[in-house]
């Protein structure tokens, strides 16, 4: 059990640039999250797989927003055009499917700065 | 969800016990109640969750109130370690979404 990884730990872009994170999971785990921090606030869900499967997803997620996860493996978040209230901390976690007990473990996040 | 109310900050002399609330008063039937703290400039952790009873592990304890309309997280012994944003949550059974995180509780240990 290496924990959730998640790729680059930093990124700095442009208004109006696009952006792709990584999130590699626990290995078995067959559920994904992905979550947005602002400072001083707790997470905010934006959207998650079970599987290959994206099966819900958060107002928050705009169209600019798209997450994959293919094979049910790793998973991706793009954010195209962005805007400067895209910067925040992408959070992502992972967990095995179960009945509300189940645990989520999360990565280290990315943290993006929109200038 | 159902949505949980904490206060905004506490502060505990370090190696004393923390007793950190939670107000969960909509809790439905099937919610787990779950926390998680987060240390500065890292991802949540999981802390400790539970249903009905009282709960114990390495890290901490859950303690329930009868009518589970509360319950309280307690650090038995503080360390500067534990110095954190811990957050009480509420999931409910056979869902797969989200947590919802609220603002939590921001703990400051004082050496």
Request: with cysteine; glycine share 8%.
């Amino acid at each position: 059990d290496t924990g959730v990884s998640q790729d680059p730990r930093h990124k700095i872009t442009k208004r109006g640039q696009n952006v792709t994170f990584r999130c590699d999971p626990i290995s078995e785990h067959n559920r994904l999250y992905w979550y947005r921090q602002t400072l001083g606030q707790g997470p905010e869900f934006l959207t998650y797989f079970q599987n290959e499967a994206q099966l819900e997803k958060s107002r928050l997620l705009s169209d600019r927003f798209s997450a994959e996860r293919p094979k049910g493996s790793f998973s991706t978040l793009e954010i195209q055009r962005t805007e400067q209230g895209d910067s925040a901390m992408y959070l992502c976690a992972s967990s095995r499917a179960g009945n509300g007990a189940e645990t989520q473990y999360f990565g280290p996040g990315t943290r993006l700065l929109v200038l | 969800d159902a949505k949980t109310t904490q206060p905004n900050s506490m502060e505990s002399n370090e190696e004393e016990p923390v007793h950190l609330p939670c107000n969960h008063s909509t809790i439905s039937g099937t919610d787990y109640i779950h926390w998680y703290r987060q240390l500065p400039s890292q991802g949540p952790e999981y802390v400790i969750h539970g249903l009905t009873s009282n709960v114990n592990n390495r890290m901490a304890s859950l303690a329930i109130a009868e009518d589970r309309k509360s319950s309280t997280l307690i650090l038995h012994r503080a360390t500067l370690r534990d110095a954190a944003v811990y957050y009480c949550i509420l999931r409910e059974a056979n869902t797969g979404n989200q947590f919802y995180f609220g603002t939590g509780t921001s703990l400051t240990v004082i050496p």
